[in-house]
């Protein structure tokens, strides 16, 4: 499966969220698993299980310094297919290059 994640802290005293967010994504390259980071979004590549831990831990991550946590979260579940995070990029570029 593939998917994208957003983890925010909410009701914090700073206007950033970098640093929380930063140990979210600390947790998700530590994991192994494929994964790429953006301005707006995590994504991670892997199998269900494996997948929802991270994430999990990624939210957990965030708890420690905030009262309140915003999780946004997108799946692709495509069973027996991988590496989709760099395929789905390819076969849209290739329609470009038309």
């Known amino acids: 499966m593939l998917i994208a994640f957003s983890v925010s ?33 995590t994504e991670v590549e892997g199998e269900w299980d494996e997948v929802m831990d991270v994430v999990r831990r990624a939210v957990e991550a965030v708890q420690q310094s905030a009262p309140r946590v915003s999780l946004v979260l ?10 989709q995070m760099n395929a789905k990029v390819e076969r849209l570029e290739s329609y470009l290059d038309q």
């Open 9 to 41: 802290p909410l009701g914090g005293e700073s206007d950033s969220v970098a640093e929380s967010v930063a140990d979210a994504v600390r947790v998700v390259r530590e994991s192994g698993l494929p994964n790429r980071t953006s301005a707006m979004f």
């Open 74 to 83: 997108k799946a692709d579940i495509r069973p027996g297919h991988t590496d």
